[in-house]
C-alpha cells in the first residue's frame, strides 16, 4: 500500500492512488490531517488546473508547500480532484 513519510513519519497511506505524471495522488481520506497546515501558495497547470499547497508540519519541523492538490480539477484531471500528491523530501513508498 503506497504511503508518504517525512521526518520519520507516515502522513498518508491508501491503496486508492492515482497516478499521475509519476506522481502518487492519495485521496483525501488517507491524509493524516494533524501534520497539514494550509499555505497561501497556488501554481497553475495547464491541464489540471490550478493547484493549491500545504505544509507538511512533524515534531515541530516544516516542510513548505510539501503536498499539493487541485480543489477544482480541468476536466482531464478530474480523477485526482482533492486527491494529494507530494515533494520536497518526502518519501513515497509503493
Same mark, same amino acid.
Given at each position: 500500500?503506497? &504511503?508518504? !513519510?517525512?521526518?520519520?513519519?507516515? @502522513?498518508?497511506?491508501?491503496? /486508492?492512488?492515482?497516478?499521475?505524471?509519476?506522481?502518487? %495522488?492519495?485521496?483525501?481520506?488517507?491524509?493524516?490531517?494533524?501534520?497539514?497546515?494550509?499555505?497561501?501558495?497556488?501554481?497553475?497547470?495547464?491541464? &489540471?488546473? !490550478?493547484?493549491?499547497?500545504?505544509? @507538511?508540519?512533524?515534531?515541530? /519541523?516544516?516542510?513548505?508547500?510539501?503536498?499539493?492538490? %487541485?480543489?477544482?480539477?480541468?476536466?482531464?484531471?478530474?480523477?485526482?480532484?482533492?486527491?494529494?500528491?507530494?515533494?520536497?523530501?518526502?518519501?513515497?513508498?509503493?
Amino acid at each position: 500500500m503506497p &504511503k508518504a !513519510v517525512w521526518n520519520g513519519q507516515v @502522513i498518508a497511506e491508501s491503496d /486508492q492512488c492515482e497516478v499521475v505524471e509519476g506522481n502518487q %495522488y492519495f485521496p483525501p481520506d488517507a491524509i493524516k490531517s494533524e501534520y497539514f497546515q494550509p499555505s497561501d501558495t497556488h501554481t497553475t497547470c495547464g491541464w &489540471k488546473g !490550478v493547484a493549491s499547497y500545504h505544509n @507538511i508540519v512533524v515534531d515541530g /519541523q516544516v516542510n513548505k508547500d510539501a503536498a499539493w492538490y %487541485y480543489p477544482e480539477a480541468k476536466s482531464a484531471a478530474k480523477n485526482i480532484e482533492g486527491y494529494v500528491a507530494f515533494w520536497r523530501g518526502v518519501k513515497v513508498e509503493a
